[in-house]
């Protein structure tokens, strides 16, 4: 991802090393323009936010990461990234194939996680 804002963020060549995920994205906006995320919307209750802001990596590009760990998980894969180290699990589906008549026998409690 790059990020190009000339008015408050000085260009450097450094690519940035920090774990991050799209979900960071909206925090990331909310931080940079002073937003804080209503509790309710037309009278109803909002979720908290996933993510965390990422604006500290944009004028400190040897920050340590704050984003420890997160998980994911897309037509049954699974996968959890903590500190530095991920682990995996493939599920039944490969999203750019047609479904196999077998996802029916398909328990997560088998797959094998790497």
């Keep these: 991802m790059a ?17 991050h995920h799209c979900n960071d994205l909206v ?5 940079l323009i002073g937003i804080t995320p209503p509790e309710s919307v037309h009278g109803v209750h909002q979720d908290p936010i996933d993510g965390i802001s990422f604006a ?9 990461g704050r984003l420890k760990t997160q998980y994911f998980e897309i037509m049954g894969s699974r996968s959890i990234y903590h500190d530095g180290w991920v682990a995996s699990a493939f599920g039944p589906k490969v999203p750019w194939t047609r479904p196999d008549p ?8 088998d797959d094998t996680w790497e």
Excluded at 56 to 64: G, R
């Design 56 to 64: 500290y990596s944009f004028d400190d590009p040897d920050a340590e």
């Design 3 to 19: 990020v190009r804002w000339p008015r408050q963020i000085q260009h450097d060549s450094k690519p940035r090393t920090q774990f």
């Design 27 to 31: 925090p990331t906006i909310y931080d």
């Design 102 to 109: 077998a996802i029916f026998q398909w328990t997560p409690d």
